[in-house]
């Protein structure tokens, strides 16, 4: 059973990431990770912007947060994220391929963490970080989902993961979605404190 999912994307991600999560019901049942690359000063707009499009809270991760089912996690500017057991750390380690956040990092300690139960997703991009990430949770038994390069804004980045990982399931991006809700277990029904399913 799945328990993570990771999530990597820069040039026209902001568009990627919309579609992704507005197709995921209230109900999904993993923690959605999200590294798009920003500028060391950007602002926390990118949280705001795609809370607007899902019913999944969305939250840009602090240092040590706990991260639960129901949520969609997003990687702070100017900070690599490591997905540590149930938590999460920052880093101000030095930039990977100009990049930090780097999908790589994040991707490599997912899969360190949670190995055949981490879903990883390369999404587009104009670099190719995230590919040797996608390569390492393959490598340890994880499920690897590459966007169809003719679908992607810029489909350099798909391209190098699927250089890496070639048996990466390959989905256009309308389809990831429904993918994710397939293969993962749906959040129980909240319940209030008798017993009552809570809508």
Known sequence: MYEIVVVGTSWGGLSALSTVVAGLPPTFGIPL??????GPDA??????LLQARTALAVVEVDDKQSFAPGHVYV???NYHLLIERGFFSLSTD????????????????????YGRRTIGIVLTGANQDGAAGLKRIAD???????????????SIMPQAALRLVPTARVLPLNRIASHLVRIAPPRPPLRDHAGVRVT
């Open 43 to 48: 602002a926390g707009l990118l949280a705001e």
């Open 140 to 154: 340890r038994g994880g499920h690897a989902i590459v966007q169809e390069p003719a679908s992607a804004e810029s």
């Open 33 to 38: 990770v999200v590294v798009q690359h920003r």
């Open 75 to 77: 990687a702070p500017p």
């Open 94 to 113: 030095p930039p990977v391929r100009y990049s930090r956040p780097s999908i790589d990092v994040t991707f490599v300690s997912a899969a360190d963490e």
